[in-house]
């Protein structure tokens, strides 16, 4: 054990051991796997708020029914906040996994892959979220020099429960940045205990 607190364990994983870093570390810990809790829940709920979401009016006689299958952006928004809830919910796993074996911290491996996987939804779901928002937006006002309808003064019920859904969306992308911050300080505090335990040794 160094002088710095930091030792390391039979496994090469690097162990805490001031009261001071296990607090710290304790408490990452437990907002990991909440955010994560949040962003499946949330993701799952924009999933099938937009998905289950349609409206069927009666036009000259034809009855013209509005699906999200209707607008590319909301498919996409649709499939990124599912891929979102079924990561976040094997991480969940993890995290609980690890709390109960009581192991606290992970190798670089590992820890690369989690930063790589938060980096890559936290991208996903901002990119989804946009692209709806920008389409919702079209279908609010309209575009009149293209002569696009104002969509939502026909299908009111149908936007508005779109609109909670990429509400929904924008809660789980935003989580996704907070994450990734946690994600990428877990990984990299690993390069530093090493430095410390390097620097120790002289």
Known sequence: MSYLGVGVSPGNVPVY???NLK???RRVRIAELVLRCLICGLAVLAAV???TDTQV???FTIKKEAKFTEMKAL???VIATGIAAAYSFVQVLRCIT???RGNVLFNKPLAWAI???DQLMAYLSLAAVAAAAQSAVFAKLGQTELQWMKICNMYGKYCNQVGEGIASALMVSLSMVVLSGISAFSLFRLYGENKGKNSSRW
């Open 49 to 51: 708020l937009i998905g």
């Open 98 to 100: 690890s709390m109960i």
């Open 115 to 117: 930063f790589s996987g």
């Open 23 to 25: 607090v710290v570390d």
């Open 17 to 19: 051991h001031g009261s």
């Open 75 to 77: 498919v996409f928004l």
């Open 57 to 59: 009016k009666e036009i």
